[in-house]
Structure formats: structure tokens, C-alpha cells
């Protein structure tokens, strides 16, 4: 019986971050995708235009 509740504590929010809202990981991965492109972008912006002229 221990070990029944313990697996429920562990699968639990813990209270203080049960108030957050959450988002989605797919959210989070097409966010960090589109971060990485545009720090790249930045970076690398006069080699993508000597390439394009």
C-alpha cells in the first residue's frame, strides 16, 4: 500500500508550480527551432547575401 502512494506523490505537480500554465513541448521545440534560425540569421546575414548577389 506505501508503494502505491508513493508513486502518486511522486507523479504529483508540486503545489507552488500547479498555478503555471504549462505549455506544450511542441510549442517549446518549434520556439527554440525558430530562436536557433533566427540568432543564425543574424549571425550569418552577410554570407546569405553575398550568396544571393
Excluded: C
Excluded at 527554440?32 to 550568396?51: E, G, P, Q
Aim: aromatic residues 10%.
Amino acid at each position: 500500500m506505501s508503494d502505491k502512494n508513493s508513486e502518486e506523490n511522486q507523479n504529483k505537480v508540486p503545489h507552488k508550480m500547479a498555478r503555471l500554465a504549462w505549455p506544450k513541448a511542441k510549442y517549446g521545440v518549434i520556439l527554440a527551432i525558430i530562436i536557433i534560425i533566427v540568432i543564425n540569421l543574424l549571425y550569418y546575414k552577410d554570407t546569405i547575401f553575398s550568396i544571393l548577389n
